[in-house]
Structures are given as C-alpha cells and as structure tokens.
C-alpha cells in the first residue's frame, strides 16, 4: 500500500525517524544505520509508505533548511578556548587530510569501480565529509579524553563546510570543464568562504548580543528567535553565493555558543532536540529516495572501495596532515580509524546525481548509492571500533569517581575532608571568593563560577564526576545543581541538602533522577555554616552496633524502623550533631536520609563541640560508639 500524500510522507519518516533513533539509543546501536534501514524499508521499495519524490523540490527544501539546523547545533557546542588549544590539528584535518582523502577516495572509486574520472572525482569530493550528525553520538558514550573528543567533533563541523564547497566546485568542473569556468568556479569558492565568515561572525554576534541584553527578545522567545535567524541566514547567504550558508550557520553557532546568554543551556537543549528530529526525517526521506538495486549492483567492489577509504585512506591522510601538530602517535591513530559519513554526505550526493540526470550524464544513480554504501559502511566500522580501540589505547578517560560538592564552606569542607581520607577525589564548586579561598587552603581543588552554567561544569571536570552534591544553604540552587549535572551531564547520582524536606521524600522534578537527601536527617546548613566558621564543629568518628536486646532503644529499633533514626532519641539532639559520612566495607559515602545501618558500620559524624557529651550521649543510644583507633578511610590506624 502506497501514500502519495506529501504531507503524510513527511509526517511517517518523521515518526519513523524518531522511533529509529529512540530504538537504537536503547539497544547502543549506531543511529544512522536504524535510520538507513528504516527508510528503505518504508521507502518505494519497501512498504510504500515514504514517498520523496512526491515533495518535489519541497525534498531538498527540507533537506537544505534540516541541514542549516543540524550544522548551527554543531558549531554552538563548540568551546572556542579548546578550539584554540587544537587549531593546529584541526586546521590540518580540514585541509591537508581533506585533500588527500579526495585523491585518495577518487583513486580507488577508479581503481576498485572502474568508473571514469569525472564520476570518481566526484565520489571523493562527496566522501571528505565526516560531520557531527554522526560523530557527535558516537562520542557522547565514550568519555574520550576532551582533546580528543574536540578535535573529532570540529573536524565534524568544520568538514562539512570545505565538503560542500569541494563537491560543488567539483560538480561544475565536471559539468563545465573549460579553463575560464574552473577559474570563475575557483572565485566563486573564495567568495562563498568570505561571506561565509563575515555573515557567520555578524549575524553570530548580533543574536548573541540580543540573547545577553534581551534588547527586543521577548521572554521564552529565545529559541525560536534564533532558529528563525539561522534559517534567514543560510538561506540569505545561499541567495547571493551558492553554498556560502553552510559556512556561515557554523560560524554563527561558534560565535553564540561562546556568549554567555541566560539561555544558553535552554537554546543548547532545544536545537539538540530539534537536531534528533531533523536527522531523523532527513535520513529517512533521502534512503528512501535510493533505489536498492543500484546499491546491491555495486557488489563487492563498492565494499572493497568503503574498505579501503576506512581502513587505508582515512588512517593514511590523518598520519600525513597530522604530522607535528602536537597529537600523539596513539590519538593519531585513533583519529585515522573514526571518520564516518553523515547528512551532509547524503544531501550533497542526492543534489549532486539530480544535477548529473539533468545533465543527461550517466552515473548519478549508482554514485548516490555508493555514496550511502559509504555512509552505512563507516558508521557500522566507527561504531565497533572506536570504543575498544580507544579503551586498548588508553584514550578514555577514568570512571566516574569524583564528587563535586556546590557549596565550599562548613559541612561541605567537613564531608569533603572525610572523602578524602578515603581516597575519594572531590572538587568544590562556588561563586563566593571567600568560600573558594578556604577550600584552596584546605588543598582541595575548586572551580570559582556559576555552577549552572556549562562552562564552570567543564572546567570541574563534570564527565569524570559520579556523585553530585548540593550543599548550600539555598535549597533551591541545590536543586538545581543537582538536576543540572544529573539530566545535561550525565552524572549518575545526586544528593542534595534541603532543611525543608520531610522523611526521605525528594522533590517531584527529581524524583525520576538518582536523587537522595543529605545527612540522616533535615539539618540548618546556614547555622552549621556559623559554627564552623567560629571554630565550634568537631569530627567525630564512630562504630555501629546494634543496642542490646531488651534495650528501650532495641525495642524500638525492632518495632518500627525510622527513617528518622538519629533522631528517635528526641527532637532536642536535632542541631548536636550531622551525620556526614558513612563507610561500609571499602566504600566510603556521603550519608543520606533512609540509611540503615549494620553491624560495623563506620561513620564521620559533625559535632557542635559545646554540646559534645548531648551528642555523644543520643548517637549511643541508637547504637553509635566512639571510635578510638582514628577516622574513616585507608590511613586509619589499625
């Protein structure tokens, strides 16, 4: 059964899109590959379901406007001091590794093919793209080190950009070969690469500028504000030079991604959710639009050609351009095996063999195909390989063992201290200078900034953190900390101080997340903040058993356990002491509300010292004994 309904057709490879992509993320398959399936299978020659061609131009309407989008994203995510960091090999990896694929890619379509040199060099013009549509996923999982993981994902970016203008300059030598059209054509790319970065740069920073001052943005407009300028942009630029968009959407990103905004997490998250959506209908439509029986007739010899451009060509043009530019032999080798087709490679193919038919020139169709053989060939190579290959070179980066604790004063330099002894790494994160201050003298590394905003999560280090911590007296910055790190980071847990929470119960919008509530009980971090600053806090360290049978604390204890427990012995105790962290076995943690201790439990305990022998007293009758032979962790005595 066949819908020929454009809008319909649109509306399926969305869905179909998005469900591809969904599936794939859950079973840690690569997307693309979903997507290639997906799109042949609903396309003419599959179901039926998915009809590009009945949208016309309308096809290359979506596919140039998704593109705009999806390469905008890519350059917002871009931090320009990393860029600045690896220009060296970034720079090399667009040009001289882009040039030497191109020869090389075209040697072997003519070789391996035995297609003319017209049609082979337009198959390596197509094939220089890598692109952030297909890099980017691949290295989300991977906690590659961030020199690295910079270097592939501008390369993406970048790529893209001296792609599009290779494969155009390309397609009109083949079309035009006379010496005085090549030289207009050669202009014609130096034009598109100065408005290019002109209008990327003007354009980049008068949004960026709108964003920071919200001159005549109006709130909650800030997504769509920006969306609507990048679409006008690219297809302004394209207007005056053809292909000069490109360039300019990825320079605009860099310059807004690099200006702080207050939205500039909200924009970030929109255009990435945007990007899914967009990826997903684009390279539905476009594998839909090929005819599999171009693709099964290229046989054997088009794999033996997507072999050689993985396993020879792209490891080859990345040792030569690479050369010198700081990158060790090992991440030199890792580069050369990650370099899989996306999007753009699609797109500009799809152009490219209409533009041929047009022309009435013979090989548009079986180029297109060995063009998405590429594509699903080196995302399939990329994806097996890069984990195993990165984890045998030592090129990813250690579990997620640090905490990062907001709030660097009181309490926190109290828990910190424990978790240190225990072999733990912590880093603080604050915004008060004083508080910083303390925390560098106490030897702890911290990172002075805002903790919600991206950059000061960077420079923390927040792929290497697996517990994050909230302990300022503002509750709801807490929360917010805490949801940052967990639902933009990846951080696996969360634990947050709220003096307002009663029982165990964590706030609704994080009850979905790994959170749970610091110390045993509800505590005025402001008021302990107070007394350590005075000098009136002592860490104690204490053994758990459990009170003897028949004992009032027994009888309790085995009635009705209290998540409260510390806290049984009356609500006077509450401010005596705060439970900060617990040690079981060989792990040490801060502790939290609901913990239920066993038979040799260990604990570091926080102790208003003019109440000591109070404290001391009620931490007995639960059950917790004054240690005597020193604190948690793996330098204590004994």
Request: glycine share 10%; charged share 20%; hydrophobic share 50%.
């Amino acid at each position: 059964m066949e819908f020929e309904h454009p809008s319909l057709t649109i509306a399926i490879a969305l869905a179909a899109g998005v469900v591809a992509q969904s599936v794939s993320k859950q079973v840690k398959l690569p997307g693309i590959i979903a997507l290639l399936a997906v799109g042949a299978a609903l396309g003419p020659e599959g179901l039926g379901w998915v009809q590009p061609r009945g949208l016309g131009d309308g096809l290359f309407i979506l596919v140039e406007l998704g593109v705009a989008v999806i390469l905008f994203e890519g350059g917002l995510n871009l931090e320009w001091s990393r860029l600045r960091r690896e220009e060296a090999a970034i720079r090399r990896l667009i040009t001289v590794a882009a040039l030497v694929t191109f020869a090389g890619a075209t040697g072997a379509a003519r070789a391996g093919l035995g297609w003319d040199w017209d049609l082979s060099a337009l198959f390596g013009s197509l094939v220089v793209v890598t692109g952030p549509t297909v890099v980017t996923p691949l290295l989300r999982d991977m906690r590659l080190k961030p020199r690295l993981q910079t270097v592939l994902e501008a390369e993406g970016v970048f790529i893209d950009a001296i792609g599009a203008l290779l494969a155009t300059l390309v397609l009109q030598v083949v079309l035009l070969p006379e010496a005085s059209a090549v030289a207009g054509e050669l202009g014609h790319v130096a034009s598109s690469i100065g408005l290019g970065l002109a209008a990327g740069l003007a354009v980049g920073g008068l949004t960026g500028w709108s964003l920071r001052t919200g001159w005549f943005v109006a709130n909650r407009y800030e997504t769509v504000f920006t969306l609507a300028f990048v679409i006008l942009l690219f297809e302004v630029c394209n207007a005056f030079i053809e292909q000069s968009g490109i360039l300019a959407v990825i320079v605009a990103g860099i310059v807004v991604g690099n200006i702080d905004t207050p939205v500039d997490r909200d924009l970030k998250e929109f255009k990435d959710r945007l990007t899914v959506l967009l990826i997903g209908l684009l390279f539905v439509l476009l594998a839909a639009d090929i005819a599999l029986d171009d693709v099964w007739a290229l046989g054997w010899a088009g794999l033996t050609v997507v072999a050689i451009l993985a396993f020879v060509i792209r490891p080859a043009s990345v040792w030569v351009a690479t050369g010198g530019a700081g990158l060790a032999p090992r991440e030199r080798l890792f580069i050369g095996l990650v370099g899989p087709r996306g999007i753009v490679a699609a797109a500009i193919a799809s152009i490219t063999a209409i533009a041929l038919d047009a022309q009435g020139m013979d090989g548009g169709s079986a180029l297109r195909a060995m063009v998405f053989l590429t594509i699903a060939g080196t995302v399939v190579q990329a994806g097996v390989m890069a984990r195993p290959v990165a984890s045998l070179l030592g090129l990813r980066q250690p579990t997620r063992d640090r905490v990062a604790i907001l709030g660097a004063q009181g309490l926190g330099l109290a828990l910190a201290e424990e978790l240190r002894r225990a072999g733990r790494a912590v880093v603080f994160l604050d915004a008060d200078p004083r508080h910083c201050r303390q925390a560098e003298e106490a030897k702890f590394p911290v990172v002075f900034g805002d903790a919600l905003e991206e950059r000061t999560l960077l420079r923390a280090q927040v792929d290497l953190i697996g517990t994050a911590v909230g302990l300022t007296a503002n509750e709801h910055l807490n929360r917010l900390f805490v949801r940052e790190a967990l639902l933009t980071h990846g951080v696996p847990r969360g634990v947050l101080a709220m003096a307002s929470a009663k029982g165990r119960e964590v706030p609704e919008p994080l009850q979905a997340l790994d959170v749970d509530l610091l110390f045993e009980a509800a505590h005025d971090v402001e008021r302990w903040d107070v007394r350590w600053r005075h000098d009136e806090v002592v860490v104690e360290h204490l053994t758990f058993t459990p009170p003897a049978s028949g004992s009032e604390a027994s009888a309790e204890t085995d009635a009705e356990p209290d998540p409260d427990w510390t806290a049984t012995r009356g609500r006077s105790h509450h401010e005596r002491f705060v439970m900060l962290a617990v040690k079981r076995g060989d792990a040490v943690t801060p502790m939290t509300r609901g913990f239920s201790p066993e038979p040799d439990d260990l604990a570091a305990v926080a102790v208003y010292f003019p109440e000591r022998d109070e404290a001391l007293r009620a931490l007995g009758e639960a059950g917790w004994q004054l240690r005597t032979d020193g604190p948690l962790g793996r330098d204590a005595p004994g």
